[in-house]
Structures are given as C-alpha cells and as structure tokens.
C-alpha cells in the first residue's frame, strides 16, 4: 500500500514523494501496515471549482479522499489529482507551500497525525499487563 507525502524541500519549496506504507501483520481479512500515530479526525465537504491559494498544511495531517477529485500544485512544479481512495500526508509546514483545487464536489476526511519523536505507545501484553514504549 502507498500513499503520497507532500514536504517541503531545501530550497522551502514543496514536493510530492510516494510513501510504501509497508506491511507489517498478515491477516485473514487482509494486510495490515504499522499503525500511524494521529491526534484527531475531521471532515470535510467541498464543491466544485473552490481554490485556496499557496498555503502551507496547518500541521502534519492525512487526506483520505472518500469521493470527488482534487488537484495539488506544489511550489516545486508538479500538479497531481487525488481522487477516491487516495491518500495525501501533508507536511509542508514551511516555504511556500502548495495550491489546492477542486475538480468535482466531493468529501475527505482529514486525520491530523502526532509527531512520533513525542508518542509514547500504551499497549497490553497478551498477559493483561500493560507497557509503554517510544515509537
């Protein structure tokens, strides 16, 4: 499974990457990767023909397109279009930033992702007993 990190580069300008989410436990419903910290959830409805402008994400956040199609311009150059079932982890908090437009009416949900260096896992043992770990 991949998805596409949208960052900000040297040079302060944005830039696409593709991301393989890696898979980490096979099960008999399917493939599952890691589990990615996050911090909330949100969502979002947009028409048709809406822009926004250069400007940064507001934080390190995932766009999981449910319906619809947008284009993302990077400051770099390069134009995508996302579309149902693509995800976008935005983290280009710096330099100019990318436009956004919307090609069709449609909906997202916004996932706002945690900084790793600061999460540390609650999990349970197989025993019951409970233990912490840095991510």
């Known amino acids: 499974m991949k998805f596409i990190k949208l960052y ?3 040079d302060n300008k944005s830039y696409f990457v593709e991301v ?3 898979i980490e436990t096979k099960q008999p419903l399917g493939d599952y990767s890691k589990k990615y910290p996050v911090t909330g959830m949100m969502f ?3 028409e048709k023909g809406a822009s ?8 390190p956040q995932y ?3 449910l319906e619809g199609e947008v284009e993302v311009e990077t400051s770099g150059g390069e134009k995508r279009v996302f579309k149902s079932g693509d995800v976008l982890f935005a983290t280009d ?3 100019k ?6 090609l069709t009416k449609g909906r ?3 996932v706002t992702a945690q900084e790793v260096n600061e999460l540390i896992e609650s999990s349970t043992k197989n025993d019951g007993s409970k233990f912490r770990s840095k991510l």
Do not use: C
Not at 97 to 102: D, K, M, V
């Open 8 to 10: 900000t580069g040297k």
């Open 20 to 22: 393989d989410a890696g």
């Open 44 to 46: 979002r409805h947009f």
């Open 52 to 59: 926004f402008d250069w400007h940064n994400a507001p934080q």
């Open 63 to 65: 766009i999981i397109y």
């Open 93 to 95: 908090l710096a330099g």
């Open 97 to 102: 930033g990318h436009i956004t437009r919307t």
């Open 108 to 110: 997202s949900v916004i």
